[in-house]
Nanobody, 112 residues
Framework: QVQLVESGGGLVQAGGSLRLSCAAS????????MDWYRQAPGKEREFVAS????????SYADSVKGRFTISRDAAKNTVYLQMNSLKPEDTAIYYC?????WGQGTQVTVSS
């Protein structure tokens, strides 16, 4: 079992920044990659970014490239998503995923 807990969401104006955190516990050694997804109201959940556990190779959705940065602190078993130049269309619940495990999500709201 792996437990994932997101934090750091909130309300921010367009152009602002937020940093999300995902703290992992349990059998974290079984997870090869950590992902961030998001789901806006009335839309399907979509991939945002990922980071490989061993190589730290990163991947991003086209919609966030150049604005979002995913990183990890192995000592803290925590993955971060730094979000800059936020847009109203970034408004969503952001979820952390590790393998088949998901966190509960954290709300990000960007006002125009």
């Amino acid at each position: 079992q792996v437990q994932l807990v997101e934090s750091g969401g909130g309300l921010v104006q367009a152009g602002g920044s937020l940093r999300l955190s995902c703290a992992a516990s349990g059998r974290t050694f079984s997870v090869n990659r950590m992902d961030w997804y998001r789901q806006a109201p009335g839309k399907e959940r979509e991939f945002v970014a990922s980071i490989a556990s061993i190589t730290s190779y990163t991947s991003y959705a086209d919609s966030v490239k150049g604005r979002f940065t995913i990183s990890r602190d192995a000592a803290k078993n925590t993955v971060y998503l730094q979000m800059n130049s936020l847009k109203p269309e970034d408004t969503a619940i952001y979820y952390c995923r590790g393998g088949s495990y998901w966190g509960q999500g954290t709300q990000v709201t960007v006002s125009s």
